[in-house]
């Protein structure tokens, strides 16, 4: 994509969305990582249906430590995989209890030491906590950066490389969002909605 067309493409997007920010319901950094940690493959909107009951029930780490498994797969049932993730949320509470003082982390490294929390997770956590850019690549932005021709990567951290190299990491967080934003709204999977899209003009995909 040229340096024109990205410009168009980052104008074309605060246009639609702006308002960038994460669908996820929290209001602390605690809430941010557990809510992040269950969102993976799985939706915003069905994570939000169970973190209300959980962030009640258990409001720290401390908290989340001392939980019985069995309650925490109760609670967060409807989420995919919610067996592995109620071990690692408890686990995750030990280790922040034990390690951080009952404070999320602010390094990739250390992030990444917690139980359940990969990659895209941390990179979420800090891009949302403001330490350090970084440019997440969920399903939506890796279905969209292959369609618009900003990466032939084969995998997430391949096509994270590539949106690094082609941004300026000023823009990374927004557009982070704006193109979920736009690959829930437009550009879906099985069905994008090419003749209404902003961004068919710049889109090799819609041609």
């Known amino acids: ?12 997007l605060a246009d639609l969305y702006p308002d960038p920010h994460s669908e996820l319901d929290f209001t602390n950094e605690y809430q941010l990582l557990i809510a ?3 969102s993976a493959q799985c939706t ?9 009951e959980l962030f ?22 409807p989420i995919n995989y919610y067996k592995t993730k109620s071990k690692h949320l408890i686990a995750t509470g030990k280790e922040a209890v034990a390690r951080f003082d009952s404070e999320v982390p602010d ?20 891009s949302e906590k403001g330490v350090v850019p970084a440019f ?19 995998t997430p951290d391949a ?5 690094r190299k082609a941004f300026p990491s000023s823009e990374w967080r927004n557009l982070h969002h704006r193109i979920i934003f736009h690959g829930r709204r437009v550009c879906s999977a099985r069905a994008p909605q090419c003749g209404e899209c902003s961004l068919r003009a710049i889109c090799p995909s819609a041609q």
Do not use: W
């Open 136 to 154: 997440p690549v969920d399903t939506h932005i890796f279905r969209l950066a292959h369609r618009l021709g900003l990466s032939q990567g084969k």
């Open 44 to 52: 915003d909107k069905k994570v939000n249906q169970v973190t209300p």
């Open 159 to 163: 096509v994270e490389k590539d949106l």
């Open 107 to 126: 390094t990739h490294k250390e992030l990444t030491s917690l139980p359940g929390v990969g990659n895209k997770t941390a990179n979420v956590i800090l």
């Open 1 to 12: 994509m040229t340096p024109k067309k990205k410009k168009f493409l980052i104008q074309a």
């Open 36 to 38: 992040v940690m269950l």
């Open 56 to 77: 009640k029930a258990y409001p720290t780490f401390k908290a989340l430590s001392q939980a019985k498994l069995a309650d925490i797969e109760r609670i967060i049932r």
